[in-house]
């Protein structure tokens, strides 16, 4: 069955820091990809998202790119601040009515 | 409201109770979903609606868990005969079509079973 892999958290960062959360997926079909991010206190947020193959999603600083070749969309962004310190899950969707299979999710913290 | 609503935020219920938990989702929205979040982990599918038909029900862990939206806006999801391992989050979402739209997540409702 379709499955998410993400990196273990949890990450703790200095603001300014670079970031990658690692993303890597099995499904059958193609695809689309997902990371949503949940901050303290709050609901569930899309964060991007990417529906083929070298697609890049991209918001507030954070991209990553669908890589079929090795099954991967990672997470990045350039420079962190301390406002970004959430919980962020990849998740992907083969179409099927939109249902979503998410990873555990990686922890991020990010210090001053 | 702007966004998804669901209520009660937090509930306590003794082993063997039943439960109820209600999910608005934004108005006009076609498809609804529930999902189960276990503490550390990522959010599990348990239904979908389409309008009032409920089109999958494969992730329903047991014929404890009902799930309903008669009128196609509100939905309730129902556990009956609470066990300690039903304790999680209890996500709510919609999107504005069956597919192809964004996903919209309420806040969720935290059961915990003692």
């Known amino acids: 069955g379709d499955s998410v892999t993400q990196m273990e958290g949890p990450v703790t960062l200095s603001e300014e820091a670079f970031l990658t959360i690692n993303c890597t997926y099995t499904a059958t079909g193609y695809p689309s990809l997902f990371w949503y991010v949940q901050y303290p206190g709050e609901g569930l947020q899309l964060l991007l998202k990417a529906t083929k193959a070298d697609d890049k999603g991209s918001n507030k600083g954070f991209e990553a790119t669908y890589r079929k070749e090795t099954t991967s969309f990672h997470l990045e962004k350039g420079s962190v601040q301390v406002s970004d310190s959430a919980v962020y899950f990849c998740?992907?969707?083969?179409?099927?009515?939109?249902?979503?299979?998410f990873g555990t999710g990686t922890r991020l913290q990010v210090t001053l | 409201g702007a966004g998804v609503s669901q209520s009660p935020r937090y509930k306590v219920a003794k082993r063997g109770q039943d439960v109820a938990l209600r999910c608005d989702p934004i108005s006009g929205h076609v498809s609804l979903f529930w999902y189960q979040q276990a503490l550390g982990q990522g959010p599990e599918f348990l239904t979908y609606f389409q309008n009032e038909a409920q089109l999958d029900k494969s992730g329903l862990p047991s014929d404890r868990f009902f799930a309903e939206r008669p009128e196609g806006s509100v939905s309730t999801l129902k556990i009956q005969r609470t066990q300690q391992e039903d304790s999680a989050v209890y996500l709510c979402?919609?999107?504005?079509?069956?597919?192809?739209?964004?996903?919209?997540f309420g806040e969720g409702s935290w059961l915990t079973v003692v």
């Open positions: 979402a919609s999107s504005l079509a069956a597919t192809g739209n964004t996903i919209y």
């Open positions: 998740a992907l969707d083969t179409g099927t009515a939109s249902k979503l299979t």
